[in-house]
T-cell receptor
Framework: KQEVTQIPAALSVPEGENLVLNCSFT??????LQWFRQDPGKGLTSLLL?????REQTSGRLNASLDKSSGRSTLYIAASQPGDSATYLC????????????FGKGTKLTVNP | GAVVSQHPSRVICKSGTSVKIECRSL??????MFWYRQFPKQSLMLMAT?????????EQGVEKDKFLINHASLTLSTLTVTSAHPEDSSFYIC?????????FGPGTRLLVL
């Protein structure tokens, strides 16, 4: 059974700092991995999607990497801003055609002005 | 873009009543929709996969007679929580699949008194 773990559970940083969020998964046979953002009481916004054949994806100040063999992914946020404060969720889809997402518990990020 | 809506956004009901939550894909057709539940400080847990024109597929441990899912059209899936109890209080989020990508609704906060 696939399990996704995110470390740390919470992170507080001053504005402008670069930071890294970590995600690990137990079964390396994944189809893809996604990073989402969730604001309090809201739905999910997809940030980056990495296919199993890819090593990284970038969007603006965000960079996500994937090391499928070791079951790890990182989300790098450059020059953090207070507006980045949210919970960041990592999720994987297993190989085999299923579209089911398995989520981690998330990292709650607070960027202090 | 692909937009998914949910209605209502928030509902409070008495124990023993039934509550219906709607999930709509506004600008695309979705043969598959997913229903998730999220408890405070926990990850999203997949409850069931809703397939247009056929029965939903429930995850292990989810009571199909308690959580009724109807996917009557390519743009609408409904989740009915029957005989709701306080332990059913949670955040319910749906997603709809378009070209292999899941797009999430804004969620529905259910509080059962």
């Amino acid at each position: 059974k696939q399990e996704v773990t995110q470390i740390p559970a919470a992170l507080s940083v001053p504005e402008g700092e670069n930071l890294v969020l970590n995600c690990s998964f137990t079964d390396s046979a994944i189809y893809n991995l996604q990073w989402f953002r969730q604001d309090p009481g809201k739905g999910l916004t997809s940030l980056l999607l990495i296919q199993s054949s890819q090593r990284e994806q970038t969007s603006g100040r965000l960079n996500a990497s994937l090391d499928k063999s070791s079951g790890r992914s990182t989300l790098y946020i450059a020059a953090s801003q207070p507006g980045d404060s949210a919970t960041y969720l990592c999720a994987v889809i297993a190989q085999g055609g299923s579209e089911k997402l398995v989520f981690g518990k998330g990292t709650k990020l607070t960027v202090n002005p | 873009g692909a937009v998914v809506s949910q209605h209502p956004s928030r509902v409070i009901c008495k124990s023993g009543t039934s509550v219906k939550i709607e999930c709509r894909s506004l600008d695309f057709q979705a043969t598959t929709m997913f229903w998730y539940r999220q408890f405070p400080k926990q990850s999203l847990m997949l409850m069931a996969t809703s397939n247009e024109g056929s029965k939903a597929t429930y995850e292990q441990g989810v009571e199909k007679d308690k959580f009724l899912i109807n996917h009557a059209s390519l743009t609408l899936s409904t989740l009915t929580v029957t005989s709701a109890h306080p332990e059913d209080s949670s955040f319910y989020i749906c997603s709809a699949t378009r070209r292999g990508t899941q797009y999430f609704g804004p969620g529905t906060r259910l509080l059962v008194l």
